[in-house]
């Protein structure tokens, strides 16, 4: 009867060493997705940043420049249509 209790602390060990490797895999995955979206969000954010220092409304501008001047499209100066 003695013998049952080191087979009891065999499987304490094993149960800890479960636990342990769990704990370092969700670990590891932890780190790998949050880098993961980290490069993307530092990739985009360098983006965004590049488009907001350019100026923003040139190519609206000069599109509604366009679209008034070519054969009355839009709305004239004195708010009728024209």
């Known amino acids: 009867m003695r013998r049952a209790a080191p087979r009891a602390e065999g499987a304490c060990c094993r149960a800890i060493l479960l636990i342990r490797a769990a704990l ?28 907001f220092r350019d100026p923003v409304f040139t190519t609206q501008r000069r599109s509604m420049r366009a679209a008034n001047g070519a054969g009355g499209i839009g709305f004239s100066r004195c708010g009728n249509r024209g």
Do not use: P
């Open 24 to 51: 370092l895999a969700f670990l590891a995955l932890s780190v790998l997705v949050v880098g993961f979206f980290s490069y993307f969000y530092v990739k985009y954010d360098r983006i965004i940043e590049q488009r």
